[in-house]
């Protein structure tokens, strides 16, 4: 596992770009930040000559996105979104994106979030503090396979997994409905609540929520809100 150091300077004018994957020339950014999205984008397109760069402001609006328009070479996806925070996103793309390096953002440095960032199937965990050298170098390492992570973060300091990476496996099967659907029952949502707040049947939430259960091998709403807090999935601000 790379960890970030030093990088060379790349990117200036009159520099050639970094090499990338031919499969990473087009780039999702997710960022409710309209600023933090337009500053990636300009930043990571000089840096490695990127054929497009997309924005979303929501984890919503990036399913939606890769429905519409298709996949994309690589994402970046902030920790804290206004609808999912922690590595709920990672888990929602992943199922969409299986093969796609999608790198998760943060000014949160904290052991815990990152490990379950990695464990949910995040290709890096980058910090939104770093110098443009430092970020454009973690990119190029991320986008050519490496695994990179904050040179302090040590795993050593999470807590112990309790089998989180396990856990994080039943969890990617949920489609993005089931986790919705999740993310509500863990606010305490009854099923009428749900159906109203999503516009669908509540027979339909009752056979979501069935599947959910059956997908975490929980037995109870409050056994299933019990793993969705173990993995850490719906954590906001």
């Known amino acids: ?37 337009d500053a990636l984008a300009l930043t990571l397109k000089m840096a490695f000559g990127l054929k497009r760069t997309r924005s979303a402001r929501s984890l919503a609006g990036a399913v939606e996105q890769i429905r519409s328009e298709g996949a994309p070479g690589a994402v970046i996806l902030d920790l804290n979104l206004p609808d999912s925070g922690g590595a709920q996103g990672i888990v929602t793309l992943r199922r969409l994106l299986p093969d796609v390096p999608i790198t998760m953002i943060s000014a949160e440095m904290d052991a815990e979030k990152i490990g379950a960032a990695l464990d949910a199937g995040a290709q890096g965990f980058v910090s939104k503090s770093l110098a443009r050298d430092a970020l ?41 409905q089931q986790m919705r659907i999740l993310r509500l029952i863990c606010l305490g949502k009854a099923n009428k609540e749900i159906s109203y707040e999503l516009g669908i049947a509540e027979a339909t939430v009752k056979t979501h929520v069935t599947a959910i259960m059956a997908k975490l091998d929980a037995r109870r709403r409050t056994q299933a809100v019990l793993l969705a807090n173990t993995a850490r999935l719906f954590e906001t601000p």
């Open 1 to 37: 596992m790379a960890q970030i150091g030093t990088a060379e300077r790349a990117g200036e004018s009159g520099a050639s770009p970094r090499r990338i994957p031919p499969r990473v020339e087009t780039l999702l950014i997710v960022d409710d930040h309209p600023l933090m999205c």
């Open 136 to 176: 454009i170098d973690a990119f190029e390492r991320i986008w050519a396979g490496e695994i990179v992570v904050p040179e302090d973060y040590d795993p050593r300091a999470r807590p112990a997994s309790d089998g989180r990476e396990e856990l994080m496996r039943r969890c990617a099967t949920l489609t993005p």
